[in-house]
């Protein structure tokens, strides 16, 4: 493994599109994209082994160093709060935390808020910050069902389109924080790593000022 950079990227839509970012970098892998079902796909010329997990194992795998580097979206990274080095934003897989409720919703500030979430610490952390009493209801998907089928009042959950609530009558009543993916690497295989880590990052910075300049 040692001389290898491992890679975790999260399984999806978001994976592939960093994935062809860091390929862009001088960091590419031909084999991932061959549409086979392997997980595990290596390099030996750029000494590169990438790996898909859950976009929410991906911090597990950097944090205990089966990964050198990975990429979560912020989201999981203020839930789970990793031991990890947050590298650098990769401006990609951009969206919202967000509290929504039925439209035309109406706070009852004297009764205990019922929360339906996916991100219980991230709610959590909000409502205590404004002393408001709240009832986490935690779910793992699907979570724009809660409010109708009063299951909650509210749910905190990501936004990108908007669709989804939309398309459920729901709406934003607050932003709780932008939110984007993130590069990040174990603690100690930065440093033994890092001219690797540092070649990369330099890369994908360059790529990303582009972008912004175009
Ligand atoms: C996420 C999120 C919303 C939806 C928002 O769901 O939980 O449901 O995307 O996207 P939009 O604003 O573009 O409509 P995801 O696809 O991860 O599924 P799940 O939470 O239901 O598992």
Redesign the pocket.
């Known amino acids: 493994m040692s001389n290898y950079l491992n890679i975790a990227l999260p399984k999806g839509r978001l994976g592939e599109k960093v994935y062809a970012m860091f390929a862009q970098a001088g960091f590419d892998c031909a084999e991932i994209l061959s549409g086979s079902r392997k997980l595990i796909f290596e390099n030996e010329e750029t000494k590169v082994r990438y790996f898909w997990a859950k976009p929410t194992d991906v911090p597990i795998y950097v944090e205990r160093g089966a990964a050198d580097i990975g990429v979560a979206g912020k989201d999981i990274l203020l839930e789970y709060d990793p031991d990890v080095y947050e590298l650098m934003d990769l401006n990609v897989g951009i ?1 919202r935390m967000c509290v929504a409720a039925p439209k035309g919703y109406h706070e009852d500030t004297q009764r205990t808020l019922r929360v339906a979430t ?1 991100f219980p610490h991230i709610a959590e952390n909000f409502y205590k910050a404004k002393s408001r009493d709240i009832d986490i209801i935690k779910l ?5 069902i809660a409010p109708i089928l009063n299951l909650s009042d509210v749910i905190v ?9 939309k398309e459920n009558n729901l709406e934003v009543v607050e932003t709780i924080i932008p939110i984007s993916a993130r590069l990040i690497a174990n603690k100690s295989g930065f440093k033994f790593k890092d001219e690797k880590i540092a070649a990369l990052l330099q890369s994908l910075n360059e790529i990303l000022t582009k972008e912004q300049e175009k």
């Not at 793992?140 to 724009?144: A, K, L």
């Not at 959950?157 to 609530?165: A, N």
């Open positions: 969206c996916k793992n998907g699907s979570i724009e959950d990501i936004v990108e389109t908007g669709t989804t609530l």
